[in-house]
Every structure is written in C-alpha cells, then in structure tokens.
C-alpha cells in the first residue's frame, strides 16, 4: 500500500511502504473487535458464546505476531524528508508493553467468557478488543497525533464497559465519573500538546525533542505550559494522586473483569504515554517533569496504601475496593523510575516496565479469585475469604501467593525483586528522600496484605464460610477462569523462579 506522490520538483517524495507486520497486533484486535461485533447481528442468543472464544482467539493471533517483531527494528509511516522520523516503532519497549496490554486483554476475556449473560454479548466483546487495539497501538506511537488517537482509543470503551451493567445505578455513576474526569484529562493534555506544537512546530516526539533544546527565549514560557499541561493530563490517565479519585467508585462500579482490566492494561497505557512524552519527548525539560514526577510517585503511594489500609473487612465489595487502593499505590511505585530517569540514563525506564510486568501478572491473579469468590459472595467482602483454604484451598494458596507478591514477601520473590528495582532506581538517581518515602509504605503495604493473606487460613466464624452455598449449576466455577488464575498462579511461580525473565529490561534501555 503507498500513498501518492507529490511530483512537482524539488518536492520530497511522499510515497512510504506500510510495514502490515509491524502493525498487526492493534490491527488485528481492531478487525476481530469488527468481525464480533458484525457477528453478533447473525447469532442466536444460544450461540453467544461463541463471540466471547472468538475474542479469545483474536487476542491470542495479536500475541502471536509480537514473536516476529522481537529483533524491535521495524518503523513505519515515516517522513520522507531525511528526518527518519516516523509514527510507529516496533522497538523493544512498544513489543514488551504491547504483549503486556494484549495478555492482559486476554486474561480479561478469560475472566469474561461465560460470565456475560446479563450483558449485551456483542458490545461486550466488541468494546474490550476496540479498547485492546488502541493500547496496543499507543506504545508504538512516536507521534504527538498517534499518541493522543490511541489513548482515546483505548479510553472511550472502557467508559462504555464500566457502565455496560444494565439497570445499575452504582455501574451508570461510575461510568459517569470516570468518564467526566478522563475528558477533563483530554482537554488539558490537548491544550499542552498544542502548546507544544505551536513551539516547535512539529508532531514527532524526536523532533520535538530536538526543537525544544533550543526553543527562542520568547516562546519558552510557552513550551514550559505545554510541558506541564501534557503530564497532568497523563497523571489522570495513570490514577496519580491527586488526580485519581475516579479509581475506587470505578472499579468498584465496573463487572470485576473491567475493574481487572482497568487496573492492569489501562494503568499501562498511561505510562507507556507518561514515559513517551517524557524519555522521548520533552528530555531538555527534564528539570521540570523530574521533581514534579518524584513528587507525584511519594504522593500516589502514600495516598494509595493509607486509604487501603482503612478499608473495612465486612463492608460491601470492600475487597475490590482495597485492590483499587493498592493499585493507587502501585501506580506510585511504577512512577518511580520514570522520576529517575531524569537524572540519569532512560534506561531507569526498564525497571518500570519490569515492575509493571510483575504487578500484571500477580494483579489479575488476585482479580481472577475474587471473581471466583464473587460467584457464591455477590457482597465480595474481606470478611468473605476468612477460611477460603477450608473450601477451596487451591484458590486460597494462589490468593496468597499473589497477595505476597504484591507485597515483595517470599514465597513472592518477583514481588521482592521488583520493588528492590525500583528502589535501587531512586537511588542511584540520588531521590535517597524518595526512596525513603518508598520503603515507609512498603512497611505500610505489608499491614493490609498480610491481613488479608491471614485470613485466608483463618478458621472461618459461623455462618460465614466462603464457598459453602449449593454448588449447583448456577456456582460451578467456568474452566475459562480456573484457566486464568491457573495461568498467572504458573507466570507469578515461573517469575519468581527466574526473575531475570523481566528484571533484564532494567538493565537495558529500550529505545
């Protein structure tokens, strides 16, 4: 496929091959978001199911194709103006954070399927590929316009699946307030991304970068607002206190598999962009997005495990409320190295991306298993999984492996070893206050963790059982969800056997 060329002389030529492997895994979530939706016209109510496999399958063929890019030399749609600027690189980074978005798609269809006879089946499937496609499109953008486009690419179902729910008013609200404060987000990085353009007068994050090393001294005040505006827009996107006050009511609002889906794949769009704009972007203007990032991470985590910490264990849905909690407070430790590399190498980038690898697998895990709770414990309370070990021992032993993880406790060793990463990164940075501020959550993180893990092999009171209601056809648990806390339990144990399958990429740079 090529574009016209401009013919006249002297003129430079427009034609540019497009590059259909390096683009194939956004396509190809995109195209069978179409193939389901269409689909959805010709299948009785009987063969619903089937959309939901088809998803699967979809999701597995986008993941297929990254083993092909793995050398991370492809680019395409590039100017042909000598500039070798171009809109989308298949480099390391966009293949790594691409295959965490899609896995994490597909653990959410997994958690999915059979799980949406109350939901439209067809929108359904079609929103969460749509939403798919453009996260694993954004990592790739090397330009301002291809960035902005997949984002809200990816953002805009995600609202529609929060309140998909039909006759939810909690679902409808948290649509609601998710929605009004992503589109206050929107605005204000679309303001700093013109401001942006008007000082350098390009799109492409390399020549922006290149342009803004010497912006004229008129212009600079303007190219500092731009800056500015562009990260608070991406400090709503990521949940970054104090802009993350639509995470709780969201995910608690949201079907547990969107809530899931949320807090892995959408928190990863958000700094995949926050790392873009920055490393790639604005590096001459690292002496204002260093500090104001550094001090949004000691903010973010502080905020996010002292609300986790109060959460309440007989309080309705109050388990999905402390994991929104932590995930605020995970989201702090990922902000971490991206405030490093600031003062230093961008390869500090390397331990966000192995810090967000680990939280992935281990995040949707304990999501998987209170989905599982949720079947026999509508109210998914803390108190619900006091004696889960007694019922379902299997579940309880990977509920407290993944919460040990997150909480960088052995057996959890990944968990250990992640956050050791992100804390040597504010170190070597010379952000010793901030890794200070690190380590006293940490100490804080370990309260509600292993209050939580204890209760899982705690005798369970009288009448309060989990798992004890009739297991009849309504509480037999779907092989597609045992498959997705099967499949994480072995990525969490295979992780911390071998952590250097993902804490090599700190070592590295990516770009």
Known sequence: MTVAADSAPGAASLVQSVDWLAIAPPVIAASVALIVLVADLFVGERHKPLLGYGAVAGLVAALATLVPLRAGDRSTFCLTDGSQACSYTADHFALVIQALVLGGALLTALLSVGDTRKLPAGEFWFLLLASAAGAALLPAAR????????????????????GIKRGDRRSSEAALKFFLSS???????????????????????TEIAARLDDVPGRFSTLAEAGV?????????????????????DTYVGAPLPIAAYLSVVGKAVGFSGLVLVTVIGFPSYADVWGPALAVLAALTMTVGNVAALRQTA?????????LAWSSVGQAGYLLVPIAAAAYS????????????????????GAFAVAALVARTHPGNRLSDYRG????RPLAALAMGFFLLCLAGLPPGVIGLFAKVTVFSAAVDAGLGWLAVVMAVNVVIALYYYLRWTAALFTAPEAGTQPGTAPQGPGHRVPAPLTLAIVLTAVAGITLSGAPQLILRFAAVSLF
Do not use: C
């Not at 330009?143 to 929060?162: G, I, Q």
């Not at 007989?314 to 402390?322: D, E, K, N």
């Not at 331990?351 to 281990?362: E, I, P, Q, W």
């Open 143 to 162: 330009d301002l316009a291809t960035l902005v486009v997949a984002l809200e690419v990816a953002s805009l179902p995600a609202f529609a699946l929060v």
């Open 345 to 364: 190498s961008d390869e500090q980038i390397g331990s966000t991306v192995a810090y967000a690898l680990m939280y992935a697998v281990v995040n949707l």
């Open 228 to 248: 500015v505006l562009t990260l608070v827009g991406f400090a709503f996107k990521t949940a970054a206190a104090p802009f993350h006050f639509w995470v709780p």
């Open 183 to 205: 589109v206050v987000a929107t605005a204000v990085m679309l303001l700093g991304v013109s401001f942006v353009y008007a000082t350098t007068g390009t799109m492409h994050l």
């Open 388 to 391: 889960l070990y007694a019922t």
């Open 314 to 322: 007989t309080r309705a849905r109050s388990a999905v409320r402390l």
